[in-house]
């Protein structure tokens, strides 16, 4: 069974830091892209980040370009994304999600068909 479970979230104040990680098993790891994705507060799921198995690309929603960075430990099974520069509309419930291969599917696929959300990681930025 695939579970995925976020950590690394809190409260912290306009231009801080933190980094999300998520613990991944169930199944293999190192075989599939992941994602990153958002829920703000009465607002619709918003796609972050990707990365493919390999670590090789990453891909950023304009929002968070050059702010964020995504990676993986694949010997590990985790994923992490570091957020700097944190603004208050960062503030969201943070996700991380399983691509069905190697590549990342485009931002489609987790905002209209994925649906095995785990319990997620709150990031409030707030002065």
């Known amino acids: 069974k695939v579970q995925l479970v976020e950590s690394g979230g809190g409260l912290v104040q306009p231009g801080g830091s933190l980094r999300l990680s998520c613990a991944a098993s169930g199944f293999t790891f190192s075989s599939y892209a992941m994602s990153w994705v958002r829920q703000a507060p009465g607002k619709g799921l918003e796609w972050v980040s990707a990365?493919?198995?390999?670590?090789?690309?990453?891909y950023y929603a304009d929002s968070v370009k050059g702010r964020f960075t995504i990676s993986r430990d694949n010997a590990k099974n985790t994923l992490y994304l570091q957020l700097n520069s944190l603004k208050t509309e960062d503030t969201a419930m943070y996700y991380c999600?399983?691509?069905?291969?190697?590549?990342?599917?485009?931002?489609?696929?987790?905002?209209?068909?994925?649906?095995?959300w785990g319990q997620g990681t709150q990031v409030t930025v707030s002065s």
């Open positions: 999600a399983k691509d069905p291969g190697p590549d990342y599917s485009g931002e489609y696929y987790f905002l209209h068909v994925y649906n095995y």
């Open positions: 990365i493919n198995s390999d670590g090789e690309a990453t």
